[in-house]
């Protein structure tokens, strides 16, 4: 895995970033502490948060994410040091299905996993994001960060998503 630069910060960060709109929501608190505990052992270092991500959700006010993290924080030992950055990786429709399918296929990885290792793959992106809700989860995206696709593999994505 090589770090990426984070713009012109001066910090370096793993080429993929954990989505922190699960944790507190969707991954209730031991099972966030759990993916954080994964996500940093495996040498990563960014996580994305906004403290909108849950507002909408009925009996939340926004920020559960931000007070998990938080919360595994002060209860020391490994330490989640993420950087807050909100932009996302928006897909590019399910025309990409059938090429992911064949790549993860060739690679034995997941479509996840190359999906993420071809937007990786990108000048210009310093690490996407991705969500896990179990240790497992983020187990299978943090495959990502050392797969290597080749030329023709990325081809094939970039054909298949400009619907060619």
Do not use: C
């Not at 922190?20 to 990563?44: H, I, K, M, Q």
């Not at 290792?117 to 991705?130: F, Q």
């Amino acid at each position: 895995m090589h770090p990426r630069p984070l713009g012109r910060s001066g910090l370096q960060v793993a080429p993929t970033a954990l989505g922190g709109n699960v944790l507190g929501w969707t991954a209730d608190e031991a099972s966030s502490f759990a993916v954080l505990d994964a996500f940093v052992d495996a040498g990563f270092n960014l996580i994305d948060t906004a403290d909108i991500h849950s507002r909408w959700v009925p009996g939340h006010e926004g920020g559960e994410s931000e007070r998990v993290i938080g919360r595994r924080l002060k209860k020391g030992g490994k330490s989640p040091r993420g950087a807050g950055i909100t932009t996302y990786l928006n897909p590019r429709g399910f025309a990409i299905l059938e090429a992911l399918d064949a790549v993860a296929a060739e690679q034995r990885a997941t479509p996840a996993a190359v999906a993420l290792a071809w937007r990786i793959a990108r000048t210009g992106i310093t690490a996407p994001i991705a969500s896990a809700t179990s240790v497992a989860q983020w187990v299978q995206l943090a495959q990502a960060a050392r797969l290597v696709l080749t030329t023709a593999q990325i081809g094939q994505l970039d054909l298949a998503s400009a619907g060619g």
